[in-house]
């Protein structure tokens, strides 16, 4: 294909597709778009939908009034287990899971890996609008002897009860896969590995690999490659070698100086078709295995 049609293809394959990781407002920190647009953006780009992240915790109710003022579900709520909610909060999942919420994320901003990374709980590239309370230490998902934690155990079992899917967050590499393994023992079918290829929790291609091959999801975004964690080439090769059908691609964008989320979402895709991907296996990563996550089909 030639840039123009690739340019093409991508906005053929946004047909159906689903952002499984976008940010909008409100928020602590400077979004692109609120709620409400982005349900309609989704909408207008024929998207089958988008799941919304927040770092303050849930968004299953938002995602509710969104759909209602688009006419259509376009959005998908989740909760993060910061310590906004409680931190590694049983009960604050099962009841953000019964107001409709399809994702858990593990801590984020708050997880101690993420604090010890950056030295503090806020972004390095993206301040947020007004200070943030900071807890007095980070949330780890295991003990000193790197055993899950009884309330990390708890959360997997809400998981499994429900069929929601459970997503790493920035939790280290380790927890990451013993989060991932633990998951899997409990009867959780559906399992992402968060943005792999970011700075907090960079993991080994070989072990992306392996985890995938053990049913785990490996999400590529492109917020990594605008980042530069990790160059274009570099993830189209790393797909390939893991398989396409063992992986989701998400942009992670909603921020104030990224593009609108199908626009990103069009130009990850023609990006990726360019350095050897092929529609058919795009198709794979933001049609058919998000949909499975969020249980669609």
């Known amino acids: 294909m030639n840039t123009t ?3 093409k293809a991508a906005l053929e394959l946004l047909r159906d597709a689903v952002d499984m990781h976008v940010h909008s407002t409100p928020s602590h920190f400077p979004r692109l778009i609120d709620d409400l647009d982005l349900a309609e953006s989704v909408a207008g780009a024929a998207m089958r939908g988008a799941v919304v992240k927040f770092h303050g915790g849930c968004t299953a109710a938002r995602a509710y009034l969104a759909n209602k003022h688009a006419g259509r579900e376009a959005l998908f709520g989740s909760i993060t287990l ?3 909610v409680g931190g590694v909060n049983p009960l604050a999942v099962e009841a953000e899971v019964l107001l409709g919420a399809k994702i858990v994320w593990f801590p984020t901003i708050h997880a101690a890996n993420h604090i010890i990374y ?3 709980a806020e972004w390095r590239h993206m301040k947020a609008e007004r200070s943030l309370p900071s807890p007095r230490r980070g949330i780890a998902a295991t003990d000193a002897e790197g055993r899950l934690l009884p309330e990390v155990l708890d959360v997997l079992d809400v998981a499994a009860k429900y069929d929601i899917c459970v997503a790493t967050g920035h939790l280290s590499i380790s927890e990451s896969v013993a989060l991932c393994r633990e998951a899997a023992r409990r009867g959780v079918k559906k399992i992402v590995l968060t943005h792999a290829d970011f700075e907090t929790q960079k993991v080994p291609l070989d072990l992306q690999a392996a985890l995938s091959k053990e049913g ?3 999400e590529k975004t492109a917020l990594t490659v605008v980042l530069g964690h990790i160059g274009i080439e570099e993830m189209a090769q790393g797909i390939a070698e893991i398989g396409p059908e ?3 691609l ?6 104030a100086n990224n ?3 199908p626009q990103g979402f069009s130009e990850i895709l023609s990006a990726l078709l360019d350095n050897g991907l092929t529609p058919k296996a795009l198709e794979m990563m933001i049609r058919h295995n998000p949909k499975r996550m969020l249980g669609l089909e």
């Open 82 to 84: 910061n310590g906004f």
């Open 246 to 248: 063992r992986c989701i």
């Open 118 to 120: 950056y030295g503090g």
């Open 259 to 261: 593009p609108p989320i």
């Open 250 to 255: 998400a942009t992670d964008f909603g921020q």
């Open 5 to 7: 049609d690739t340019k």
């Open 216 to 218: 785990v999801l490996i």
